[in-house]
């Protein structure tokens, strides 16, 4: 009896094992989209090949049921479940990704739409989008509703392009789109951005100040939500802009009841030399304003390049102003201010 017992215990425990082998546990992430990843796992089993088409890229699980693949292979360790009824094989870092993963629960007609297309044509926002929700628009009955996803039904068809294979509004439809959501400093430096050159995408860069004062007009006659706000961010958007931190600058300037400075001209010496084209300027006064992010300051060659621009200026009489970020707010602002009414200032004297 003693032996039937401890032979009894070998079967259970090897029953039990071999139980356990195939359990699958669920690990929830944080993700950069707005929603929670789950990791599934099946501990001590190589999975099984996947077919080529979802090899490299989300896909839904019913789309591999389609093509063969096990229910229990689709919970293996090697892929993630940003979305119930999605597989992807990395954890998203990055917000295409992030996009590449919701793009199996997309529909056709729905695209990524508002803040989300923007920043996926490489158009500035503030750090409190970083980890929002993805936005998706579409003209079909339904709003999508997901953890970590906003659904839109527009009334009409919108403007589309492709970023990255991803379907999304076009940029100035964006925008348009963003002006509920985004504040009217927001507005105004995507509206420098895409008159300027940050965007990587062509599309979203140097567009004509025409072009984005037509669409403008157009989703005011629409009564599109936000859109008095976006009529009076166009008012402020200006050329030449190259940093969201030099807008705020020109608008805190403006604000401050101080002249506007002209935006990124190029300026020459008395004696026709080149000296520069800074960020900020009063030609008529001869002062110069220069917004200096990090960049300025780890780049050696860029900060040897910023000196040798400096001494230019202030070699033929200008006065030159540099501001960082902490400038921007209490205490440091006013006494920028009182700089720059002191060399604004020095030229009136002076005549």
């Keep these: 009896m003693r032996h039937m017992t401890t032979a009894h215990a070998e079967r259970e425990a090897r029953r039990v094992h071999k139980k356990e082998v195939v359990v699958v546990l669920h690990r929830q992430t944080e993700s950069p989209c707005g929603q929670r990843a789950t990791t599934s796992m099946i501990g001590g089993m190589r999975p099984r090949p996947l077919p080529l088409e979802l090899l490299d890229s989300p896909f839904a699980r019913r789309r591999a049921l389609e093509l063969g693949v096990a229910p229990g292979?689709?919970?293996?360790?090697?892929?993630?479940?940003?979305?119930?009824?999605?597989?992807?094989?990395?954890?998203?870092?990055?917000?295409?990704?992030?996009?590449?993963?919701?793009?199996?629960?997309?529909?056709?007609?729905?695209?990524?739409?508002?803040?989300?297309?923007?920043?996926?044509?490489?158009?500035?926002?503030?750090?409190?989008?970083?980890?929002?929700?993805?936005?998706?628009?579409?003209?079909?009955?339904?709003?999508?509703?997901?953890?970590?996803?906003?659904?839109?039904?527009?009334?009409?068809?919108?403007?589309?392009?492709?970023?990255?294979?991803?379907?999304?509004?076009?940029?100035?439809?964006?925008?348009?789109?963003?002006?509920?959501?985004?504040?009217?400093?927001?507005?105004?430096?995507?509206?420098?951005?895409?008159?300027?050159?940050?965007?990587?995408?062509?599309?979203?860069?140097?567009?004509?100040?025409?072009?984005?004062?037509?669409?403008?007009?157009?989703?005011?006659?629409?009564?599109?939500?936000?859109?008095?706000?976006?009529?009076?961010?166009?008012?402020?958007?200006?050329?030449?802009?190259?940093?969201?931190?030099?807008?705020?600058?020109?608008?805190?300037?403006?604000?401050?009841?101080?002249?506007?400075?002209?935006?990124?001209?190029?300026?020459?010496?008395?004696?026709?030399?080149?000296?520069?084209?800074?960020?900020?300027s009063y030609p008529d006064e001869k002062v110069v304003v220069d917004f200096e992010g990090d960049g300025h300051r780890t780049d050696r060659r860029q900060w040897e390049t910023d000196v040798d621009r400096r001494e230019r200026f202030v070699d033929d009489g200008w006065a030159y102003l540099r501001v960082t970020n902490q400038h921007l707010g209490p205490p440091r602002w006013q006494q920028f201010l009182t700089r720059l009414d002191r060399e604004l200032g020095r030229h009136g004297a002076s005549q």
Excluded: K
């Design 73 to 280: 292979r689709l919970r293996a360790s090697d892929r993630y479940v940003p979305h119930r009824g999605v597989r992807s094989p990395a954890r998203a870092s990055t917000l295409v990704w992030c996009a590449a993963d919701a793009l199996p629960l997309l529909l056709e007609g729905e695209w990524f739409s508002h803040v989300t297309a923007l920043s996926l044509w490489g158009l500035p926002l503030s750090a409190r989008w970083e980890a929002a929700d993805l936005h998706v628009a579409g003209t079909r009955r339904r709003q999508l509703r997901r953890p970590g996803l906003v659904g839109h039904r527009l009334v009409r068809q919108s403007s589309r392009r492709t970023v990255s294979g991803l379907p999304v509004s076009s940029p100035l439809q964006a925008w348009v789109e963003s002006a509920s959501l985004l504040a009217l400093d927001e507005l105004v430096q995507v509206g420098d951005a895409l008159a300027g050159r940050w965007s990587p995408h062509a599309a979203a860069r140097r567009l004509p100040m025409s072009a984005l004062a037509e669409t403008v007009s157009l989703a005011r006659a629409r009564r599109r939500p936000g859109a008095v706000r976006l009529g009076q961010a166009m008012s402020l958007v200006r050329e030449r802009v190259d940093s969201p931190r030099e807008t705020l600058l020109r608008l805190q300037i403006v604000r401050a009841g101080r002249p506007e400075p002209e935006v990124n001209v190029r300026r020459l010496g008395s004696d026709g030399s080149w000296l520069g084209r800074p960020d900020l």
